[in-house]
């Protein structure tokens, strides 16, 4: 898989969690241990991304 692919890859995977929060903060029983697992899920994928578009690359 090429580094663009992967990048893109993430960031699909970045706003499906986005859009997966959002549609649970608008249920009145949400379940804020989800969200919360939701949320670093997606700050997990945020970092893997600047990570990997950082220009010295580890």
């Given at each position: 898989?090429?580094?663009?692919?992967?990048?893109?890859?993430?960031?699909?995977?970045?706003?499906?969690?986005?859009?997966?929060?959002?549609e649970?903060?608008?249920?009145p029983?949400?379940?804020?241990?989800?969200?919360?697992?939701?949320?670093?899920?997606?700050?997990?994928?945020?970092?893997?991304?600047?990570?990997?578009?950082?220009?010295?690359?580890?």
């Open positions: 898989m090429s580094l663009a692919s992967h990048l893109a890859e993430l960031q699909r995977k970045h706003g499906d969690i986005e859009r997966e929060i959002d649970a903060l608008t249920h029983s949400c379940d804020t241990l989800e969200i919360a697992r939701l949320k670093r899920r997606k700050l997990a994928l945020k970092d893997e991304i600047e990570k990997l578009r950082s220009p010295t690359r580890h």
